[in-house]
């Protein structure tokens, strides 16, 4: 079982849809969760990262579920330049330092 | 503020070839460094990390080294590539759980 699992879709959705990825992770022991945005040929960037509560930041939500080892990235009136790919990204156990990323999920946002 | 450079930005390099990618950070001190390699339709996979000068952790058994001269360098080198070397070599310094790339090598061996 991969440590980090997402469908790699691609997520085709029109402009201003709502479109949720879901991330599974396997190591119980993880500590800190995030999502990166990935662009065609380019280097990761952090979109935000994930806390126990919830947290939203515009059109952005994200959820933890620790009992179900579950993350979710809500989207919310897509643009298109949301078009990317997402990673879905865990830190390995209690060593905080070392992060493992998921394949990503794609999203195609279409006018 | 904090930049991180790597070079070069394109490779094409014979099997058997040396390798050397060159990482480098400004506005920080004492970074953790982190090298990565994102092969076609994977996912980044961890090689790499340094939390000072003269410490690297191994996390995959491969061809390649890496090496941290100076506080805000970062080296990964192969004495002789292999095919399946290719990929985008992503080098990333992290303060704590963040961690920011550079804008990556895209390595191609043939």
């Known amino acids: 079982r991969k440590e980090v699992e997402q469908d790699p879709g691609p997520f085709n959705v029109p402009e201003g849809a709502t479109v949720a990825f879901n991330c599974t992770y396997s190591n119980s022991a993880s500590q800190s969760f995030f999502w990166y945005r990935q662009d065609c040929r380019k280097e990761p960037k952090l979109l935000m990262s994930?806390?126990?509560s919830g947290n939203e930041d515009g059109r952005f939500t994200a959820q933890l579920n620790r009992a179900s080892q579950y993350i979710s990235l809500l989207i919310r009136d897509s643009k298109l330049s949301d078009s990317a790919t997402y990673l879905c990204v865990v830190t390995t156990g209690y060593n905080t330092d070392k992060l493992i990323f998921g394949t990503g999920t794609r999203l195609q946002v279409f006018p | 503020s904090q930049t991180i450079h790597q070079w070069p930005a394109t490779l094409v390099q014979p099997v058997g070839s040396p390798l050397s990618l060159e990482c480098t950070v400004e506005?920080?001190?004492?970074?953790?460094l982190y090298w990565y390699r994102q092969a076609a339709g994977r996912g980044l996979q961890l090689l790499f990390y340094?939390?000072?000068?003269?410490?690297i952790s191994s996390e995959v058994p491969q061809n390649l080294s890496a090496s941290r001269p100076q506080d805000r360098q970062f080296i990964l080198s192969s004495k002789k590539l292999l095919l399946s070397d290719s990929g985008f070599y992503l080098c990333?310094?992290?303060?704590?759980?963040?961690?920011?790339f550079g804008p990556g090598t895209r390595l191609t061996v043939t």
């Open positions: 506005g920080t001190s004492n970074p953790n």
């Open positions: 340094s939390v000072g000068i003269g410490q």
């Open positions: 990333a310094w992290g303060p704590s759980y963040e961690q920011y």
């Open positions: 994930v806390y126990s």
